[in-house]
């Protein structure tokens, strides 16, 4: 009877033991952050690594507003269109016809959202010297092998370079 007891007792305290160090690892950590304690992919952060003039920065923000905006409206839509796709393969009778509509949809938004981020980037581009060019190309090209942006979001092109998220692009 002690046995069972002991055995049952030790396997609680394992169980227990488990379960709060999953919750330890679930912490976010500082792996978003740079060795100055800016966010590596906050504007503050990539506008020193520029040496961005104040012209520059200007236009950049303008840039980076419309952006912002423009990707707003398309993440509600395919939002939208992701509720509806999870509507229409729930029904007691799913409609394929109108699920492959839906997906192709959703496919269009993803490809429009691609297009208008590398617009933005080569526009942000065209405004720097030869020498930011260089630091700002090299910038990216880390960034699309994950770099800086966080475990989640390694992959998936549909993401930008700019918050968290990844919904918006900073430069």
């Not at 304690?37 to 920065?57: C, E, I």
Request: aromatic share 4%.
């Amino acid at each position: 009877m002690k046995i069972t007891i002991t055995k049952t007792g030790t396997f609680m305290l394992g169980v227990a033991l488990a379960i709060m160090t999953t919750g330890l690892q679930a912490q976010r950590g500082n792996g978003m952050h740079s060795r100055q304690g800016f966010r590596a992919d906050s504007g503050v952060y990539a506008h020193r690594m520029l040496n961005l003039t104040a012209d520059q920065d200007e236009k950049i923000t303008a840039l980076r507003i419309v952006h912002q905006k423009e990707m707003m409206n398309l993440r509600n839509d395919k939002a939208i269109k992701q509720a509806e796709l999870q509507k229409y393969r729930s029904a007691d009778k799913p409609d394929m016809t109108q699920i492959n509509k839906t997906i192709d949809e959703l496919g269009k938004l993803t490809v429009e959202m691609q297009k208008k981020s590398v617009a933005h980037e080569l526009a942000v581009r065209n405004l720097l010297t030869d020498e930011q060019k260089a630091v700002f190309t090299l910038r990216h090209h880390n960034r699309e092998f994950g770099e800086g942006r966080g475990m989640r979001h390694s992959q998936g092109k549909e993401y930008s370079y700019g918050n968290r998220r990844g919904d918006c692009r900073n430069l």
